[in-house]
């Protein structure tokens, strides 16, 4: 007989840089509640999760019973290089200082030792986003996935026969930082001519600078309502970036063959303007030879999906590790 009262549930954490985002999660992706709260980045590794810690102590403390007893694990999607088994922290750029050798699953196990059935997974938030979109969002069912997620930077995750890709070292799938441009534009990993230098929101506000045609350059957010206005600089900048998505996602179909590719974050996000000058920079190369521009899509569980995903990482970690449960 079962001991819980309510279907399963997750929490479903995604730490930002601005930001941490918590959900309660049912088994179908459902999301029942969110929490949010500010992360506090220039603090250091040690602060942040402590941040992180608090985030999950607060919102367990605010469930009822039914939901307490009812929740199987902690899911966290975290920026950087992390070990999905034991959910450490190997890398992490210098937008979360100090982030880089913290152990997520271990700190937050710690936290809860009156709770110690709950499972703890850790992932990249591109890996968490690009699981909870074949999960539960614009990609349900698929399970060759290319995710790319157009904000500040260019995150990314592959799904390849219904797994993440996370490498030998937890740094697979870090489509933004393959070389687009040799020795081309400088790039935050230390690189020069990064995808994500050429094609993010972040990109495309710095190619607005470089073009001189503004003072001050309007913000990629801005350029995209100037070009729906129909201003020509805005929508040159915008379909010269659409030309350089269009080449890396060549360079992606040859590698993975995925059945779908999808955009998300601020920029994936504008798919009215930006999705057709997309499948047309790939229709333009590829089009012909039986992959359909068709299939790269928009993302839609926008800025949830790190969380989402997180807490489908949990369900899953639990269905691999237990015997199937009644839930009678
Ligand atoms: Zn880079």
């Known amino acids: 007989m079962s001991s819980f009262d309510h279907a399963p549930l997750a929490l479903g954490i995604d730490l930002g840089g601005t930001k941490i985002l918590a959900g309660l999660v049912e088994a179908d992706g459902s999301v029942l509640r969110t929490w949010r709260f500010a992360t506090p980045a220039e603090a250091g590794g040690a602060a942040i999760m402590q941040a992180l810690v608090d985030a999950a102590r607060a919102a367990i403390a605010s469930l009822s019973s039914a939901h307490q007893s009812a929740l199987r694990g902690i899911g966290v999607s975290s920026a950087g290089h992390i070990d999905h088994r034991s959910g450490e922290v190997l890398y992490c750029t210098p937008n979360l200082p100090g982030w880089s050798g913290m152990a997520i699953a271990e700190n937050l196990r710690a936290a809860f030792p009156q709770h110690s059935r709950l499972a703890v997974v850790a992932d990249n938030d591109g890996n968490a986003s690009t699981f909870g ?6 990609a349900r069912g698929v399970s060759n996935l290319v995710m790319m997620t157009l904000g500040t930077g260019l995150g990314g995750g592959i799904l390849v026969d219904g797994r993440l890709i996370h490498g030998a070292h937890g740094g697979g799938a870090e489509i933004g930082h393959t070389l687009l441009v040799p020795d081309g534009l400088p790039c935050n990993c230390g690189q ?3 995808l994500e230098s050429y094609v993010s929101g972040t990109a495309l506000g710095k190619a607005a600078e470089r073009s001189g045609f503004w003072n001050p350059a309007p913000s990629s957010h801005e350029l995209f309502e100037l070009a ?20 890396a996602i060549i360079t992606i179909i040859n590698f993975l063959d995925p059945d779908r590719i999808l955009l998300g974050g601020g920029v994936g996000e504008q798919g009215d303007l930006f999705l057709p000058m997309v499948r047309a920079a790939v229709s333009r190369r590829y089009g012909q030879r039986g992959w359909d521009p068709e299939r790269v899509q928009s993302a839609v569980l926008g800025e949830r999906a790190g969380m989402i995903g997180a807490a489908g990482l949990v369900f899953e970690r639990v269905r691999h590790e237990e015997p199937v449960r009644s839930e009678a």
């Open 192 to 194: 020069n001519g990064c």
């Open 228 to 247: 729906r206005q129909g201003d020509e600089r805005a929508l040159g900048l915008i379909r010269e970036m659409a030309e350089h998505l269009g080449t």
């Open 133 to 138: 979109e074949a999960w539960c969002g614009g």
